[in-house]
């Protein structure tokens, strides 16, 4: 069975430009978590979906942050404008019901 | 404050021979705990969960132990392989909910 998929893997890119991280979950979840990981402050939660619905999001860090889920199978973390600040490892994973949380292999974004 | 302590940012042992990992926390709602394996460039990998009404969960060479009156748990591996080095995340969360509070990682070494 196939993981959460997150791509692109690393993303190198300008200060100002916006910037779109994707994620597909595993199959039948029905949550969906953005984490962001950094050296200061580990692995913190910023947006919590339940099927396709944002529930919490507490941890987005300010209004450049935004994320969609359109459907059951897709969600999008953006950023615009990206800041130097935001470079960091960023995090999808999925759950279903009660289970653990499975994390996708990340995207290593590079604000320069 | 930090709810979730790993105080130990790194461990070495010899191959063979048991590694132990500690996680304190501080919440006494926390009722659910896990244990990720992280190795560079992939996501965290769930390994093993316990919840509070246990005190112990094994799975292979994976055992956690639970100590609420202490508010501590353990990671133990035995025997270690070589191909357990890597960072490990324990979590923590409240009844009902969603949010994994997460450790800031011990890295584990086995010498072969």
């Known amino acids: 069975d196939a993981g959460v998929i997150q791509s692109p893997r690393h993303e190198v890119t300008e200060m100002g430009q916006e910037v779109t991280l994707r994620c597909k979950p595993i199959s039948g979840h029905n949550s969906l978590f953005w984490y962001r990981q950094t050296m200061m402050r580990g692995l913190e939660l910023l947006i919590y979906?339940?099927?396709?619905?944002?529930?919490?999001d507490s941890g987005m860090p300010e209004d450049r942050f935004s994320a969609k889920m359109p459907n059951a199978s897709f969600s999008t973390l953006k950023i615009q404008p990206s800041e130097p600040r935001d470079s960091a490892v960023y995090f999808c994973?999925?759950?279903?019901?009660?289970?653990?949380?499975?994390f996708g292999p990340g995207t290593r974004l590079t604000v320069l | 404050d930090q709810q979730v302590k790993q105080n130990s940012p790194s461990l070495s042992v010899q191959e063979g021979r048991i590694s132990i990992l500690n996680c304190d926390y501080t919440n006494s709602m926390f009722d659910y705990f896990l244990w990720y394996k992280k190795y560079p460039a992939e996501g965290p990998t769930f390994l093993i969960s316990?919840?509070?009404?246990?005190d112990k969960n094994e799975d292979g060479r994976f055992t956690v132990f639970l100590n609420k009156s202490a508010k501590h748990l353990s990671l133990h591996i035995v025997p270690s392989q070589p191909g357990d080095s890597a960072v490990y995340f324990c979590a923590a969360s409240g009844e009902g909910t969603y949010k994994y509070i997460f450790g800031t990682g011990t890295r584990l070494k086995v010498l072969a």
């Open positions: 979906f339940n099927n396709n619905v944002p529930i919490d």
């Open positions: 994973a999925s759950r279903g019901g009660t289970g653990p949380q499975y």
């Open positions: 316990i919840s509070s009404i246990k």
